[in-house]
């Protein structure tokens, strides 16, 4: 059984900075690729950031400069530091993995940027 446990999240400043967490379990974690995407209300799901098992980074316009993914295989962890954070960012943040065996998601983590 896969599962992917989202931590992390709440509620920052606009300007401040905030570290999600994701944990995979039933998965051999270093042959997936790992990503984070977001859903605000009445939005589409979309790429935040994305780290393959290759080493390669990837992500999206609105996010890059500002946020950064990271990923520790030996703890079957990937992350999202997210700096300089606004209140477009408010949203809910899913941890998402995907191989040639599936593509897994997490239940989500909430993030509010409002002063």
């Known amino acids: 059984q896969v599962q992917l446990v989202e931590s992390g999240g709440g509620l920052v400043q606009p300007g401040g900075s905030l570290r999600l967490s994701c944990a995979a379990s039933?998965?051999?974690?270093?042959?997936?690729?790992m990503g984070w995407y977001r859903q605000a209300p009445g939005k589409q799901r979309e790429l935040v950031a994305l780290?393959?098992?290759?080493?390669?980074?990837n992500y999206g316009n609105s996010v890059k400069g500002r946020f950064t993914i990271s990923r520790d295989n030996a703890k079957n962890t990937v992350y999202l530091h997210m700096n300089s954070l606004e209140s477009e960012d408010t949203a809910v943040y899913y941890c998402?993995?995907?191989?040639?065996?599936?593509?897994?998601w997490g239940q989500g983590t909430q993030v509010t940027v409002s002063s």
């Open positions: 998402n993995a995907v191989s040639l065996g599936g593509s897994y």
């Open positions: 039933g998965i051999i974690f270093s042959t997936y690729t």
């Open positions: 780290s393959s098992r290759g080493g390669s980074l």
